[in-house]
């Protein structure tokens, strides 16, 4: 039997605000933070989740919080990423135990985990992450809220390191049954920065790809100041992240209800056009033979922009029919979703297979 008859494989997006994980029937998401524990402040949490009181302990004895934990309760809070790029590889590392940690069911497992970060990280970096997740890790993690601890012994035997939005055009090829690489285009539309990743021949060109800032805290920025102005209160953009996600087009504040349905279509029409006007000079320079089928909508952003950006994405004329135009079921995480059908191809190569 071969050494390696056992590998599980997981799938990782590593974004700026928040790191999504998939892992066969297992999907996580938590906020793209580690932190200083900071044990005096635990307080009497209801949640008594794996996900939310994540602590992971290195082998030097430091300690950190990771995701939910760390934003709530971390007074040093450290960002993986950060303006399109993954901040430090070491960073990461820990994040990418640490769920590790979560997925591991035995204590000895192999595992192919390919993870995506931010477009505008180098390449260096990107090496960097890949080469220190391959290997032999022990991990210990354990839940602050509960104290309970588990020690999971993993064996990474290959860690592939790619941009982001390459998952979801993974993803999206897989299941449309496409047996070749199709030069695509996909636009991450996520909380901080929106990522646009050119495909050509199979490969990631580099100079037709880009990340900007503009994105959904764009419009929750822009929309916190029309209401701080308006109504004489402070709003914290972070407090419309809700409103934006339950697709409402009022809000309440201090008993008197607003109507923002006319400022949401106007952000949401400049936000669709900085990212049009972007593509276009992305585009610009791309080969003259490279014929564009594809243009995957993904990341979270695509809920509320998406109708915009297909307006604009027509109008424009960068696509001929709206066939062109895909959106997958789950645009949250078909990023994570894609690295996992990486790592089982890399999985299934090593295995010997095809
Ligand atoms: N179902 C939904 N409806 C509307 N908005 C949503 C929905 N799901 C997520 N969002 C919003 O979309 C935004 C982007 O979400 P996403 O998870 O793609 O961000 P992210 O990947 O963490 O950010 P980044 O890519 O900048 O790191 C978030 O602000 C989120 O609140
Ligand atoms: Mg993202």
């Known amino acids: 039997m071969s050494p390696f008859a056992k590998i599980r494989t997981v799938g990782i997006d590593l974004g700026t605000s928040s790191i999504k994980i998939s892992a066969g029937p297992r999907k996580l998401k938590f906020p793209s933070i580690i932190g200083e524990p900071n044990p005096g402040f635990r307080g009497i949490t209801m949640d008594k989740s794996w996900e939310n009181n994540l602590v992971i302990e290195l082998e030097n004895g430091e300690e950190y919080y990771v995701g939910e934990l760390a ?166 953009p972070e407090m419309l992240i809700s409103t934006i996600e339950k697709g409402l087009m009022a809000v309440n504040i201090g008993g008197t209800t607003y109507d923002i349905s006319p400022q949401i279509n106007a952000l949401s029409e400049y936000v669709a056009r900085v990212i049009a006007d972007e593509l276009a000079r992305l585009l610009d320079t791309l080969p003259p033979d490279a014929l564009i089928k594809y243009f995957i909508l993904v990341g979270g952003g695509v809920y509320l922009l998406g109708p915009k950006l297909k307006e604009a994405l027509l109008a424009r004329g960068f696509v001929k029919s709206p066939e062109q135009i895909i959106i997958p079921d789950d645009p949250v995480m078909s990023n994570a979703m894609g690295f996992e059908l990486v790592a089982q191809y890399y999985s299934q190569r090593l295995l010997g297979g095809k």
């Open 71 to 236: 934003r709530l309760q971390s007074l040093v809070k450290i960002p993986l990423a950060r303006e399109g790029r993954m901040k430090s590889a070491k960073d990461a590392l820990i994040a990418v135990k640490a769920a590790l940690g979560l997925i591991a069911e035995r204590p000895e497992e192999v595992f192919v985990i390919a993870t995506g970060v931010p477009v505008a990280t180098g390449q260096a970096e990107m090496e960097t992450l890949s080469r220190s997740i391959v290997g032999t890790h022990e991990i210990r993690i354990k839940n602050d809220a509960t104290g309970d601890k588990k020690i999971a012994k993993v064996k990474i035997v290959a860690a592939p390191v790619m941009p982001e939005p390459y998952g979801s055009w993974y993803y999206v090829l897989k299941k449309k049954g496409e047996k070749t690489a199709i030069d695509s285009v996909i636009i991450d539309i996520g909380y901080g920065s929106t990522d646009i990743l050119t495909i050509y021949n199979g490969t990631i060109l580099r100079t037709a790809s880009g990340s900007i800032v503009e994105a959904i805290d764009t419009i929750v920025t822009k929309l916190a100041q029309y209401l701080n102005e308006k109504t004489g209160r402070m709003i914290k």
